[in-house]
């Protein structure tokens, strides 16, 4: 019998077991009036929150997560939230390599479990696509691979 995972709420509705969700933006606004509720949940539920963001929009990133009540150096120092910038995930190296940055996916998914951590929320900002990077044409393939590893876990990626 298998156990069903809780369910977690993003923009209003409910993601099921398919939790590989694709979210596109006009603004930051924007952006965060529907990632907050979604990151402030799993703060209440005790999961694990791992951010991947612009570099330039880092400190911008903490502080609004701080505006919206979580306590960020207390969450960072407990290893509940974990933030990259493009560079440390998407970019090492200088390129967009897909089977790294898969296998860097199934690692934080996977150590979310190990530190005892029920779900792992992953939220990415994957606008450095939208620039002229190297390997940047892979991220259609990636995408789709990306589909496969993540109905293994429960965990909710946006």
């Known amino acids: 019998m298998s156990i069903q995972p809780r369910p977690v709420r993003l923009a209003g509705s409910v993601i099921d077991r398919s939790r590989h969700v694709c979210a596109f933006f006009n603004s930051k606004d924007e952006e965060y009036r529907v990632l907050l509720p979604f990151i402030k949940e799993g703060f209440d539920e005790n999961d694990k929150a791992f951010h991947i963001v612009d570099p330039?929009?880092?400190?911008?990133h903490l502080q609004t997560l701080g505006e919206a009540g979580i306590d960020v150096e207390a969450a960072q120092a407990e290893r509940r939230l974990e933030v990259r910038v493009w560079e440390e995930a998407y970019l090492r190296e200088g390129r967009f390599d897909q089977n790294s940055m898969l296998a860097l996916i199934e690692e934080v998914l996977k150590g979310g479990k190990e530190q005892g951590f029920a779900l792992t929320?992953?939220?990415?900002?994957m606008e450095w696509a939208l620039e002229d990077r190297p390997g940047?044409?892979?991220v259609v393939e990636y995408?789709?691979?990306?589909?496969?590893?993540l109905p293994k876990y429960d965990d909710a990626v946006c």
Not at 56 to 60: I, S
Not at 143 to 148: A, D, G, H, M, S
């Open 143 to 149: 995408e789709t691979r990306l589909n496969y590893v």
């Open 136 to 138: 940047v044409e892979d």
């Open 121 to 125: 929320r992953l939220v990415a900002n």
């Open 56 to 60: 330039e929009h880092r400190r911008e």
